[in-house]
Antibody, heavy 121, light 107 residues
Framework: EVQLVESGGGLVQPGGSLRLSCAAS????????MNWVRQAPGRGLEWVSY????????YYADSVKGRFTISRDNAKNSLYLQFNSLRDEDTAVYYC??????????????WGQGTLVTVSS | DIQMTQSPSSVSASVGDRVTITCRAS??????LAWYQQKPGKAPKLLIY???SLQSGVPSRFSGSGSGTDFTLTISSLQPEDFATYYC?????????FGGGTKVEIK
């Protein structure tokens, strides 16, 4: 069974830093690209970042470019998102999501349960 | 960036009704479109990819159609477990973008 479990969320002050983790199991993690998607309270979905299976390709939404860093450790079956210079508008539930890949890239076929990041003083 | 516009933003329907949700892309995306269902407090669930391909395990009452800029998600006979919010998403290029969502509510 495919499982994605996020951790590391919490309350952080504006301008602060935080790192989220996503532990993957039930599939060959190193064969799949991965993504982070967020959802502000009561709002819609916003894609945040993408990393290819080998980390050779990385993309970010303009809203987080230069402040967030996506990375992965295939030996540990783990995905990460490092936040710097956090803003109030970064408050959201952050989901890690597996890229379906193959002939259907950029579709997200499995999602974690999400972890809440609250940016507030 | 490609903008995705969904309509309506909400719809009230009864069990057994046929429900159609539309999604328009600001530029052509061929068939690179997915649909997701999200229930309160839960992660989204992939329903349809490549505009019309049903994700494994998704009931056949869900169907998708369209290409280019105009797409539809149809629920042929609404079931109690289908009351949720639905999002379209373009998979044509980065940055990936989602529609604003359509909430399907009980009439």
């Amino acid at each position: 069974e495919v499982q994605l479990v996020e951790s590391g969320g919490g309350l952080v002050q504006p301008g602060g830093s935080l790192r989220l983790s996503c532990a993957a199991s039930g599939f060959t993690f190193s064969a799949y690209s991965m993504n982070w998607v967020r959802q502000a309270p009561g709002r819609g979905l916003e894609w945040v970042s993408y990393i290819s299976s080998s980390s050779s390709s990385i993309y970010y939404a303009d809203s987080v470019k230069g402040r967030f860093t996506i990375s992965r450790d295939n030996a540990k079956n783990s995905l990460y998102l490092q936040f710097n210079s956090l803003r109030d508008e970064d408050t959201a539930v952050y989901y890690c999501a597996r890229d379906q890949g193959g002939y259907s890239p950029r579709n997200f076929d499995y999602w974690g349960q999400g972890t809440l990041v609250t940016v507030s003083s | 960036d490609i903008q995705m516009t969904q309509s309506p933003s909400s719809v009230s329907a009864s069990v057994g009704d046929r429900v159609t949700i539309t999604c328009r892309a600001s530029q052509g995306i061929s068939s690179w479109l997915a649909w997701y269902q999200q229930k309160p407090g839960k992660a989204p669930k992939l329903l349809i990819y490549a505009a019309s391909s049903l994700q494994s395990g998704v009931p056949s009452r869900f169907s998708g159609s369209g290409s280019g800029t105009d797409f539809t998600l149809t629920i042929s006979s609404l079931q109690p477990e289908d009351f949720a919010t639905y999002y379209c998403q373009q998979a044509n290029s980065f940055p990936v973008t989602f529609g604003g969502g359509t909430k399907v509510e009980i009439k």
